[in-house]
């Protein structure tokens, strides 16, 4: 009798086990694909050198930075219609939120296209989308176009040094958004930009408490960020500057 139902076990519970070990990852087999094309209604050929940038967006929060869910970046970007595809883990879509497309094209520092309304999107919808961009106007100074969609790690913070554990970020979208990831907490704030001025107002954060070095930190970054008056990006590299031309920031950019 124990033999049996030693056998019944044993049999039983083997194709459980094959069932439970043989299922898909759920992180590759639940990836999803947004893909469309890139256009511009004027007749003008790109250069070589040309970059084209496509970020899907969680613009849902009004008082903070756009959250990039996914993105492809084509260089060089060729001539359009450019195709895109941008990869992303469908688990993050949520209900009752707003998701849209962000394109720009762009030559070495200098913004050339981009999409200056909304383009809405519905991510798990497999319709294939076309985003048209509007030419920037020709001779008004861009130097902002280096900064805008980029995430950026915080190296240095004037009165703190060189900073690296907890990783600080910060970042700005062209609706003026800005905020990131303090040493401790989750923080907002609204930038103007105009060339390679820059002000940053309306700081608010989060409140978690944390060890109070890090926490030294985090008002040190607050307070540098309020006195912003310029910016510099030279390659993956971003300095600020206070009024007196005094670097108070310096960053990386996040890859």
């Given at each position: 009798m124990l033999d049996k139902i030693s056998e019944l076990f044993i049999f039983g519970l083997v194709p459980l086990l094959v069932g439970?070990?043989?299922?898909?990852?759920?992180s590759v087999a639940g990836e999803k694909v947004l893909k469309g094309e890139v256009t511009y209604r004027e007749r003008i050929a790109l250069p070589p050198n040309?970059?084209?940038?496509?970020?899907?967006?969680?613009?849902?929060l009004a008082d903070a930075p756009a959250a990039v869910i996914g993105e492809q970046k084509v260089s060089p970007?060729?001539?359009?219609?450019?195709?895109?595809?941008?990869r992303f883990d469908p688990s993050v879509i949520r209900p009752r939120m707003t998701y849209a497309l962000q394109a720009r094209i762009t030559v070495g520092n200098?913004?050339?296209?981009?999409?200056d309304t909304r383009h809405q999107v519905d991510p798990l919808d497999d319709r294939p989308q076309t985003i048209v961009l509007k030419m920037v106007p020709a001779g008004?100074?861009?130097?902002?176009?280096?900064?805008?969609?980029?995430?950026w790690l915080v190296e240095y913070i004037d009165g703190i040094g060189k900073i690296s554990e907890p990783r600080a970020t910060f970042r700005v979208d062209e609706s003026g958004k800005a905020g990131g990831n303090g040493p401790c907490n989750s923080y907002f704030a609204t930038a103007k930009v105009d060339g390679d001025a820059i002000a940053i107002s309306?700081?608010?954060?989060?409140?978690?408490?944390?060890?109070?070095?890090?926490?030294a930190q985090e008002r040190a970054l607050f307070e540098a960020l309020a006195k912003a008056s310029s910016f510099h990006v030279e390659g993956a590299r971003m300095t600020i500057a206070d009024?007196?031309?005094r670097e108070i920031l310096r960053f990386n950019a996040a890859s």
């Amino acid at each position: 009798m124990l033999d049996k139902i030693s056998e019944l076990f044993i049999f039983g519970l083997v194709p459980l086990l094959v069932g439970a070990l043989g299922a898909p990852q759920i992180s590759v087999a639940g990836e999803k694909v947004l893909k469309g094309e890139v256009t511009y209604r004027e007749r003008i050929a790109l250069p070589p050198n040309a970059e084209l940038s496509v970020q899907l967006a969680d613009v849902s929060l009004a008082d903070a930075p756009a959250a990039v869910i996914g993105e492809q970046k084509v260089s060089p970007a060729g001539q359009v219609p450019i195709p895109f595809e941008i990869r992303f883990d469908p688990s993050v879509i949520r209900p009752r939120m707003t998701y849209a497309l962000q394109a720009r094209i762009t030559v070495g520092n200098h913004l050339v296209f981009i999409n200056d309304t909304r383009h809405q999107v519905d991510p798990l919808d497999d319709r294939p989308q076309t985003i048209v961009l509007k030419m920037v106007p020709a001779g008004k100074p861009r130097a902002d176009a280096a900064m805008f969609g980029q995430s950026w790690l915080v190296e240095y913070i004037d009165g703190i040094g060189k900073i690296s554990e907890p990783r600080a970020t910060f970042r700005v979208d062209e609706s003026g958004k800005a905020g990131g990831n303090g040493p401790c907490n989750s923080y907002f704030a609204t930038a103007k930009v105009d060339g390679d001025a820059i002000a940053i107002s309306g700081i608010g954060s989060t409140f978690k408490a944390c060890a109070p070095d890090v926490m030294a930190q985090e008002r040190a970054l607050f307070e540098a960020l309020a006195k912003a008056s310029s910016f510099h990006v030279e390659g993956a590299r971003m300095t600020i500057a206070d009024k007196g031309g005094r670097e108070i920031l310096r960053f990386n950019a996040a890859s």
